[in-house]
């Protein structure tokens, strides 16, 4: 008896909140067209389709808020958002799982660093201690640190 499986498997993978300028995206652009089997690659903004990545100079716009790029009639997406860059793939075989292990790597340098929940309780619990501190010294000191004017 042979099991067919009915919904494909899909998987997805963040690639996190990137700053991407164009040979970023040229980079990973030709990492996924190296893992499209056909090489046919759509790449496309909300108002444009490209052929290159180098097109995006070509836009008058300071900024694209989306890059989406797909292949294989879209069996692999890779999409540039304004909040998060992801990769998907349907029923990932070993060279899709290589493209996004690839990708992921080439994203790393580019990732921005969101502070820690643990930096953010900290810096709040230092500006509550420093309202405190102000508050039980009074507010004379401060006076007392401003220039006096002479008459």
Same mark, same amino acid.
């Given at each position: 008896?042979?099991? !067919?499986?009915? /919904?494909p ?16 995206i040229?980079? #990973? ?22 052929? !290159?990545?180098? /097109? ?8 694209? /808020?989306r ?23 349907? /029923? ?5 799982? &290589? #493209? ?37 010294? &009074? ?13």
């Open positions: 008896m042979v099991l !067919t499986r009915l /919904d498997v899909v998987g997805r993978r963040s690639l996190g909140i990137l700053r991407l300028w164009r040979d970023d040229a980079e #990973m652009v030709t990492v996924f067209r190296e893992a499209v089997s056909d090489h046919d690659v759509l790449i496309q903004t909300d108002t444009y389709e490209l052929s !290159t990545v180098d /097109d995006l100079a070509l836009i008058d716009a300071p900024r694209v /808020d890059l989406i790029v797909t292949g294989e009639q879209g069996r692999l997406r890779l999409e540039f958002g304004p909040l998060e860059c992801q990769a998907e793939v349907t /029923d990932p075989d070993l060279r899709a799982r &290589g #493209m996004l292990a690839e990708l992921t790597r080439i994203s790393e340098r580019r990732r921005r660093r969101l502070p820690k929940p643990w930096q953010l309780v900290s810096i709040a619990i230092s500006t509550a201690l420093f309202i405190i501190i102000l508050f039980k010294l &009074g507010f004379s000191h401060l006076n007392s640190l401003s220039p006096q004017s002479t008459h």
